[in-house]
């Protein structure tokens, strides 16, 4: 199935019926508002968010089974929204999985301790790019992890970024999840809504 297929699969599973609705989510996730204007990278980002939403579809399933596989994979997708894999896919971090612990798939990695040394692996990986997993460094709504990533993910885009005179963070969080609120009422779901648009920036850097 093509993404643009299995993205129109995703808005009729997630009963996104009105028009305006959809398009609202493409310039939420992509900042356009039309698929014919996205790049390929856009229009992953836009399955990538159908996906975080809950949709589901034959050739879009999760391969990533086994009592570890989502936090798994949620890593790896901040590993591709900091611009560190060239790939979001399952079979990706399938391949890193196997590399760090000779285990061939998730669904047999059960040790708690061979999990860990994926999980922190990652975790140092995705730190190198600035994520700070240990504390909120001070700022509350940083209790959110997908929230440190975004926040580390802004830094690579603003270099200069600080927490005492970067307004321009919360103006893009607020534009993206459509409602000015206070950083600490953004839920899980749209700070990954924002993560996923700056990876979009990030990796048009590249």
Do not use: C
């Amino acid at each position: 199935m093509s993404t643009v297929k299995a993205i129109y699969a995703g808005i009729r599973a997630l009963g996104i019926e009105e028009e305006d609705d959809r398009r609202d989510l493409y310039q939420r996730v992509t900042g356009k508002r039309r698929l014919r204007e996205m790049t390929p990278g856009d229009k992953d980002a836009v399955l990538g968010e159908l996906r975080s939403l809950g949709f589901r579809n034959a050739a879009g399933k999760s391969q990533l089974v086994g009592p570890y596989g989502k936090k798994l994979q949620a890593l790896w997708i901040s590993a591709w929204n900091l611009g560190l894999t060239r790939s979001r896919d399952d079979q990706a971090l399938i391949a890193f999985v196997r590399r760090q612990t000779g285990i061939a798939h998730t669904r047999w990695l059960r040790d708690p301790k061979e999990a860990d040394k994926v999980v922190e692996a990652l975790k140092s990986w995705t730190a190198r790019a600035g994520v700070v997993w240990g504390h909120n460094q001070g700022q509350p709504w940083l209790r959110d992890h997908v929230a440190k990533v975004a926040w580390a993910q802004w830094q690579i885009l603003h270099p200069d970024a600080t927490f005492a005179r970067d307004m321009g963070f919360e103006v893009q969080v607020h534009g993206l999840v459509g409602a000015p609120k206070h950083l600490g009422k953004v839920n899980t779901i749209e700070w990954r809504a924002v993560s996923n648009a700056l990876g979009v920036q990030i990796r048009a850097m590249a």
